[in-house]
Every structure is written in structure tokens, then in C-alpha cells.
């Protein structure tokens, strides 16, 4: 298992951005025309909840796909990354909702705690360290021959194939760290 560096993080999380920015206009617009539709003119109520919308909607965006069976969000999904527990497991909601809130940490102290995943040994950033979590490229393999006893396998089997390869080539790297703490 290797880990992501800090140039493919800034490029999901830019992709996430935009994700995030498109998906949060539309919803705001709808939620907009049905605040006012329902006789709530004042721009200040609408701007506050609207706040609050978005706060929930980035949150969840976050929190319940980096918890998925696909680990990440689209962003990371497209540059091929995932995030992880310190063990190489999939995390659970509440882990992936205090990395998400830990951000807000990360970014509070002038973007540092972002900038950390450049210079940390792991790859980690603030806001990683404090959800004990890793963001790992994904186990890409090029397929030059297929067996065809694997035909039947599910995609859900061969996630989890993955992820013990994951498991395996992360046991492995945390075997030869160790070794060379000696």
C-alpha cells in the first residue's frame, strides 16, 4: 500500500470543489425558490439556512462516501485513492465525520494542517492524524490475462479481494518500517 502524496489529494480535493460547488448551486437555487415560495422573503433567513444546508450536505457528502465500500469521494475515486484506518480498513461513519470536521482544524491554522500530508512520513494530514486515518493509492493492477474461474466473482468480492491486497502490501510496508526503526 502506498500513500497518496499531496499533489493527488489537492487535485480530489479540486474536483471535490467543483463537485461540491455545482451540486451545492442547484440545491440552492431550488432551496431558494421554495423558501420564497413559501413566503419567507428575507434574505438573511434564507442566507443562514442555506449556511446551515450547506454545512449538513458537505458533511454527509464526505462523511458517508469516504465510509462506502469505494472509501472515497468522487474526487479521490478519480484519482484512484481511498481513505483508510491506520490498519488499511475501511472507516466507519463516525471516523469519517470526525476527519471531516477535523478539517476545519486544518484549515483554521492558515491551510498548515493541510500542507502536513507533503511532509509527514505517512502522507498524513492534520486532520488524518487527528481521525487516525490514511488516504492510500488504490491497488491498481493491469489485467493482461484473466482466468475465467473468475467470471462468477461479485463486484462487491472483488472489492474485497482489493482491499486484502491493500491489507497485505500495507502489513508489509508497516513490517519494513519497523525493520528500519531498528
Known amino acids: 500500500m502506498s500513500y497518496a502524496g499531496f ?5 480530489a480535493a479540486f474536483i471535490d470543489g467543483i463537485i461540491t460547488m455545482i451540486g451545492g448551486g442547484v440545491i440552492g ?9 413559501g413566503g419567507t422573503d428575507d434574505p438573511d433567513v434564507i442566507e443562514g439556512l442555506a449556511n446551515v444546508l450547506g454545512i449538513f450536505l458537505g458533511w454527509l457528502y464526505y ?29 466507519e461513519f463516525g471516523k469519517a ?12 491554522l492558515l491551510g498548515l494542517g493541510f500542507v502536513m500530508a507533503a511532509f509527514t512520513q ?16 488504490r491497488n491498481v493492477d493491469v489485467v493482461v490475462w484473466q482466468d475465467s474461474t473468475n467470471d462468477n466473482i461479485s463486484p462487491q468480492q472483488q472489492i474485497r479481494n482489493e482491499d486484502e491486497a491493500d491489507r497485505n502490501r500495507f502489513d508489509q ?9 531498528k
Open 122 to 137: 505517512k502522507k498524513q494530514a492534520l486532520h488524518d492524524m487527528m481521525a487516525n486515518t490514511l488516504v492510500v493509492n
Open 63 to 91: 462523511s458517508v462516501m469516504e465510509s462506502s465500500p469505494t472509501q472515497g469521494t468522487l474526487g479521490k475515486m478519480a484519482l484512484g485513492i481511498k481513505v483508510t484506518d491506520l490498519e488499511g480498513n475501511r472507516v
Open 29 to 37: 437555487v431550488i432551496f431558494g425558490i421554495i423558501m420564497v415560495a
Open 7 to 11: 499533489w493527488k489529494r489537492f487535485a
Open 173 to 181: 510496508i508497516r513490517n519494513e518500517d519497523e525493520e528500519h526503526r
Open 97 to 108: 465525520t470526525g476527519r471531516h470536521f477535523g478539517k476545519l482544524v486544518s484549515g483554521i
